[in-house]
């Protein structure tokens, strides 16, 4: 499996240092910084979490890039320990410099070895990213990092939104990306071996309706918002 050509691709090394500007170009006509939304995302699989009652000691964040969720999830999830993967050693460099500590480390996804040691996998914004033929062993990667029992909270662009294809069409490193809807990456996850667990969609309303957000909390079901979370299992071995 690591013989997979996407686990070694440096492609993002060229946007590492431009990255946060490249995103904002994007981003700018919601209204909202990336931290917006990297909060949102975390804050609410802390919200499933808690439904769960499930408290991860670890998180392994799969294409990590910067490492900007790590104080989000220290201060929304309190998770002790965050390990980074990612394939550009640029990014990665920035991430160690900004947030490396003996709680936070970051590694090259080459490097790293699936051991079954995770209790939850996070993965936001990376397998539009992977060509659709490869991304069955990116799946079985995350699959095997888990320890029986543990999540996965995969998230993606919802390319049913159209304000999500006109965000990706202003970014640099996503005008060329092949979506996936959550119907199609649920079926990808259940021939993985997971367990979907629920489907979320969030980030409907931009800046100029945020008056609108607060019944954001009652619209996840629906296939609105810029975003979808499918929260998912790894089967407890019988």
């Known amino acids: ?9 440096a ?4 946007y590492a240092d431009d990255y946060d500007t490249a995103l904002a ?6 209204g909202e910084d990336r931290n917006y ?3 949102g995302r975390i804050a609410w699989l802390g919200k499933c979490l808690r439904q769960l009652r499930a408290q991860p000691k670890s998180v392994l964040d799969f294409g990590c890039g910067t490492g900007v969720g790590v104080p989000f999830f220290r201060e929304l999830i309190n998770v002790p ?4 993967l990612d394939t550009s050693e640029k990014s990665l460099d920035k991430a160690q410099r900004t947030y490396g500590s003996d709680h936070a480390q970051f590694l090259l996804v080459s490097q790293y070895s699936a051991n079954e040691q995770s209790d939850l996998v996070f993965c936001n914004g990376v397998f539009h990213h992977v060509p659709p033929n490869e991304r069955a062993a990116v799946v079985d990667l ?7 029992g543990g999540l996965f909270a995969f998230w993606e662009n919802n390319p ?3 304000g999500t294809r006109y965000v990706m069409s202003r970014i640099p490193f996503d005008r060329d990306a092949i979506t996936l809807t959550s119907t199609e990456a649920r079926h990808m996850l259940i021939g993985g071996g997971f367990e979907i667990l629920r ?4 980030f409907i309303f931009p800046r100029v309706l945020s008056w609108l957000r607060s019944i954001e909390s009652v619209l996840f079901r629906l296939p609105l918002g810029a975003q979808y979370q499918l929260l998912c299992r790894k089967p407890l071995k019988t």
Do not use: K
């Open 1 to 9: 499996m690591m013989d997979n050509s996407f686990l070694h691709n």
């Open 11 to 14: 492609g993002f090394d060229e």
């Open 25 to 30: 170009q994007g981003l700018s006509v919601s």
């Open 37 to 39: 939304f990297a909060r």
């Open 81 to 84: 320990f965050f390990l980074g």
């Open 142 to 148: 995350i699959y095997r990092s888990l320890q029986p």
């Open 160 to 162: 049913l939104n159209p």
């Open 199 to 202: 489907t979320d969609y969030m």
